[in-house]
């Protein structure tokens, strides 16, 4: 009997709990494919030279954890069905059905619909997972063949894991309705929510805000006290006392404010303080970049520490917006009789300014979600790409060796060696050297050798010959100097600023061997490796063969590369077999390194690819939920306003205006969180691409990075319009 009713209930309740499958089902889908490449029995062709493990047991990890926020989802939609139903779990009380009887039913009836959404997830999830392959392959730069297969342990994880998440949220909802009493169940859709109580959540943002303030000033003071020096540039110096002023200015505001004895009322001060949040996010803002652009020796921390105050500024800033609209529509509707006396606009306003004081908490936290995950997707592909970039970089050869001068206090401790041992390795294991070369590395005056200030290293130097050798191994065309002449070879992240000011104060180089002047082609920019740098410089003087003999020589490096790619087990024994010949510090003071491509590549493709698929499924996980509160709170509150509608109806208001008025509504509930969410991501996305822009010319490029962003709002959309129009219909099905 009690299966039959499960049953009924099920078909019965298909169209109304239609979001929560889609929602679900989204949420398997998603689950199984992210993780099916994690499958014991997912073995993909990406060759030899990789070790799939590392990806395969990352990858695990990461979907596993990000999914443990879909508990929240899950329970929240549990909430919603929960609710809807409650008049109907009442009348079944009065008829003689016991509580725990009733909850136990309304367990079944979401744990069939539950599994519905797991096996039809699974079967959506084995076509997902074919894009998921794709993109694996891709960054793998493999060829890609579809091919349909189901596995077993991502199947058991994928049910074990919602079958055990609805069975926990089950038995929680039994125990709520086995304790709620038959006349607050009658009543659940009558019930108005209290106003003052739901605004009195602003005041928390508030008080958080001004004492971040206060430490925003206090550190402003001791910034200005320790590294403040008036020959500093002006942007410098408007930075400093940016930081005093703006922070300053919000806390007096807020004590005359008081003293006013709140004259404005508390939405006066809100808008004041959103004013300054945004001042305070400006001049913190200059702080990192600056920090960065001068050279200023203020450190990590004080870079982490603003960050962490504009993170705070735009919280309060969303905090503020969302809770200033519902009193933007009250002033718009008071200031524009001849509007709100036209059609059904005084309803309108009525549905907007009542909700809008009760549900501003839950749109706030909607909209800094939302600014999450617009800010992951577009962050994980710029991540990737400068990680990749930059591997690019570094792995231009299959072997490279260098050396460290750092802990050197004696020259005769300088390195000295050929490095045979990596000869013998590689002979060992069959493998051709194509191109090799050992080189030496220069300082251009002996005097500079004892010269170890952070940032202030000497630029090193290499002799013609060498910097030509290395050119013809990556297939670039050599280079030729003068008798006196020298040039420069420069990293790919350096500004053209840096480069043209650098080259501009050095057209000439006092050297051991005499002085040089600067060649007629003073730089260059092709990617010859990073470890043939000088520590904390990006650039590389280039000297005639003539006057590198008569220097000391302070780093001795190698580079190798071999006719095919050395495999990932015998890179492991190469690089196992050099570092017990060499350790990483040795005894005279010299540090020894070796990168070998094989392995680089190895673990900078699968930390790429578990990093972007995770901010990826984080994102898509994160705007899922977002929408399904909005509809399914709109959908709640459809049953409240079904009297509402019906008398609009009897004054004789058409059924089509009705729905346009629905579509107004439900366009204020979606846009205002989105419309904030956006405004606010453009300004940090903005702020993030400005600050690494350098890197993104190098690795990664402004064709793909916008080609980024506009995947990352079709996403969006797409979404949001699915979500959008199913509300929609699901709210005009329950007023009707």
């Known amino acids: 009997m009690y299966a039959k009713l499960v049953l009924r209930n099920v078909r019965r309740s298909v169209k109304d709990y239609l979001v929560y499958i889609v929602t679900m089902t989204i949420c398997v889908m998603l689950f199984y ?61 009065v008829m003689g059905m016991e509580q725990k009887t009733i909850g136990r039913l309304f367990f079944a009836e979401t744990f069939v619909m539950g599994m519905i959404s797991i096996v039809i997830g699974i079967f959506l999830g084995v076509f997902c997972s074919q894009f998921i392959t794709a993109m694996l392959l891709t960054s793998y730069g493999k060829s890609y063949e579809l ?93 400093f006392w940016g930081n005093i002023v703006c922070p300053a200015i ?51 921390g004080t870079t982490n520490q603003y960050l962490l105050f504009i993170l705070a500024d735009l919280i309060f800033s969303i905090c503020s917006l969302i809770y200033l609209a519902g009193s933007f529509f009250t002033v718009w509707k008071e200031a524009s009789p001849e509007h709100r006396y036209k059609g059904e606009n005084l309803f309108f306003f009525g549905q907007i300014t009542s909700k809008l004081s009760t549900t501003s908490k839950t749109m706030t936290l909607i909209s800094v979600t939302l600014v999450l995950a617009v800010f992951l997707f577009v962050a994980a592909p710029i991540l990737t790409g400068w990680a990749s970039g930059y591997l690019d970089m570094r792995s231009v050869y299959d072997v490279q060796i260098f050396t460290g001068y750092n802990d050197v206090y004696d020259e005769e401790n300088l390195p000295r060696d050929d490095y045979e041992i990596i000869t013998d390795c590689l002979a060992e294991h069959g493998i051709d050297i194509e191109h090799d070369c050992i080189f030496d590395l220069y300082l251009p005056e002996k005097k500079d050798f004892h010269r170890r200030v952070k940032y202030d290293f000497p630029v090193a130097a290499i002799s013609l010959s060498d910097y030509n050798r ?32 650098f080259l501009a104060g050095h057209t000439c180089v006092v050297t051991d061997a005499g ?36 220097l000391l020589p302070v780093m001795r490096n190698r580079y190798i590369t071999v006719s095919e790619t050395i495999p990932y087990e015998s890179a492991l024994e ?96 979606f846009g205002l969180p989105i ?62």
């Open 33 to 93: 494919s992210f993780l099916s490449i994690s499958s014991s029995y997912y073995q993909p062709d990406i060759g030899s030279e990789y070790n799939y493990t590392i990806l395969s047991d990352g990858m695990k990890a990461a979907v596993c954890a990000v999914t443990l926020i879909l508990l929240f989802l899950i329970r929240f939609v549990n909430h919603y069905m929960l609710r809807r139903r409650q008049k109907e779990f009442a009348v079944e009380s």
């Open 147 to 239: 091919s349909w297969t189901l596995f077993p342990d991502t199947v058991l994880l994928t049910v074990c894991f919602f079958v055990l998440s609805f069975a926990a949220v089950g038995l929680f909802n039994t125990r709520i309705i086995r304790k709620t009493k038959i006349i607050d169940m009658l009543a659940a859709d009558r019930e108005n929510d209290s106003e003052l109580k739901k605004r009195r959540w602003i005041a928390v943002p508030v008080v958080l805000f001004e004492l971040f303030a206060i430490w925003m000033l206090a550190a402003g003071v001791q910034k200005i006290r320790f590294y403040y020096d008036s020959r500093f540039a002006v942007p410098v110096r408007i930075m």
């Open 250 to 300: 919000t806390l007096f505001l807020t004590v005359l404010w008081l003293l006013r004895k709140k004259k404005g009322g508390f939405s006066g001060l809100v808008c004041g303080l959103l004013v300054c949040s945004v001042l305070c996010a400006g001049a913190a803002a200059g702080v990192p970049v600056l920090i960065h652009r001068y050279a200023l020796p203020m450190g990590s």
């Open 470 to 501: 290395i050119r013809e191994m990556l297939g670039y065309e050599p280079v030729s100097l003068a008798e006196n002449e020298f040039t420069t070879q420069w990293k790919m992240v350096a500004a053209a600023e840096e480069r043209d000011s």
């Open 515 to 550: 002085e040089l002047t600067l060649s007629r082609e003073p730089y260059f920019e092709e990617t010859i490796g990073e470890t043939v740098y000088n520590s904390y410089t990006d650039v590389l003087y280039v000297f005639p063969d003539r006057v590198c003999e008569k």
């Open 574 to 669: 190469l690089e196992r077999a050099f570092s017990e010949e060499y350790p990483e510090a040795a005894d005279t003071g010299v540090s020894y390194g070796i990168r070998l491509r094989t392995l680089q590549v190895n673990s900078t493709k699968a930390g790429n690819f578990v990093l972007q698929a995770s901010m990826l499924y984080g994102a898509v996980v994160l705007m899922v939920i977002c929408l399904t509160v909005l509809s399914l709170q709109q959908l709640l509150d459809a049953d409240k306003y079904r009297y509402r509608f019906s008398v609009l109806r009897k004054m004789g208001v058409e059924e089509q205006r009705i729905g346009k008025l629905v579509l107004k509504q439900l366009g204020v509930w």
């Open 675 to 736: 419309l904030v969410a956006i405004i606010v991501s453009i300004v940090v996305i903005g702020y993030f691409v400005q600050t690494i822009s350098a890197e993104i010319s190098a690795y990664i490029g402004l064709g793909a990075l916008m080609w980024q962003m506009g995947m990352t709002v079709g996403i969006l959309v797409l979404l949001l319009i699915c979500y959008f129009i199913s509300t929609w219909i699901l709210f005009k099905r329950s007023i009707s």
